[in-house]
């Protein structure tokens, strides 16, 4: 049985999956689906976390929208994210960045790293 549901998952891996981790801006093209319309909005935010492995892996993006804080959790291998686009590298120390949600203004950003 585990055999078979492995390679169902397989089947749904993406090839083309960017390199990106927690602490970085990033953009995430999302497929939004309207009636019988289909369009392509866009997220832009820091990485709060990654998780799981092979077809099940997540990241949150956290961002601030009208001065509101809103997360989003997106598949990494879902055929609804278009695209991830990186716009700038973070610094942190951490594998889970919970500590922004207490954060606003200046003391929520991350410092860029710098290679």
Request: charged share 35%.
């Amino acid at each position: 049985m585990n055999d078979i549901i492995k390679s169902i998952e397989a089947e749904q891996l993406k090839e083309n999956v960017p390199v990106f981790n927690v602490g970085d801006t990033v953009k995430v093209y999302g497929k939004i689906k309207e009636g019988n319309r289909e369009r392509i909005q866009v997220f832009e935010g820091t990485v709060l976390k990654k998780q799981g492995g092979s077809a099940r892996a997540t990241f949150t993006v956290r961002k601030f929208s009208n001065g509101v804080g809103v997360e989003k959790t997106w598949p990494l291998h879902s055929p609804n994210v278009e695209k991830v686009e990186v716009v700038r590298r973070g610094k942190v120390r951490r594998a889970k960045l919970y500590y922004l949600r207490d954060r606003v203004g200046k003391a929520a950003k991350v410092k860029e790293l710098v290679r």
